[in-house]
Nanobody, 123 residues
Framework: QVQLVESGGGLVQAGGSLRLSCAAS???????MAWFRQAPGRDREFVAA????????KYADFVKDRFTISRDDANSAQSLQMNNLKPEDTAVYYC?????????????????WGRGTQVTVSS
C-alpha cells in the first residue's frame, strides 16, 4: 500500500506562487505521481505528472509554462511549483500515484490518492 500526504496549499494573490509537495510512505515508490485538481461544481482534472522511469513530465495545457513538477527519488516525493497563479487555479489539489511508469491523464488510471490541499488565488 502507498499513502500519499500533500502539503503546501494556501491563499495567494493573483500573480503569486505556491509550492505543493507530496510524499509517499508505506514503501519505496516507483511509478508515476501526478496532480489533479477539483474546483467547486467541476470534475477533477489532470494538472501534471512525472514518471520515475524518466522522460519528460506531462502538463495540462492550462498550466504549461507556469507550473513545474519535479521528483525527489530519495524521499519518494514530488513537488509542484506553481507560478503566476490565476484566480481560475483555485481548487483542491490532489496528489495521485500509480505503480506503472507510463503517464496517464485519466483519474481512473491512478490507484492511490491523497486527501487534497486547498489552493485559493485571490484577484
Amino acid at each position: 500500500q502507498v499513502q500519499l500526504v500533500e502539503s503546501g496549499g494556501g491563499l495567494v494573490q493573483a500573480g503569486g506562487s505556491l509550492r505543493l509537495s507530496c510524499a509517499a510512505s508505506g514503501r519505496t515508490f516507483y511509478g508515476v505521481m501526478a496532480w489533479f485538481r477539483q474546483a467547486p461544481g467541476r470534475d477533477r482534472e489532470f494538472v501534471a505528472a512525472i514518471s520515475w522511469a524518466g522522460g519528460s513530465p506531462k502538463y495540462a495545457d492550462f498550466v504549461k509554462d507556469r507550473f513545474t513538477i519535479s521528483r525527489d527519488d530519495a524521499n519518494s516525493a514530488q513537488s509542484l511549483q506553481m507560478n503566476n497563479l490565476k484566480p481560475e487555479d483555485t481548487a483542491v489539489y490532489y496528489c495521485a500515484a500509480r505503480g506503472a511508469t507510463v503517464i496517464h491523464t485519466r483519474r481512473q488510471s491512478y490507484n492511490y490518492w491523497g486527501r487534497g490541499t486547498q489552493v485559493t488565488v485571490s484577484s
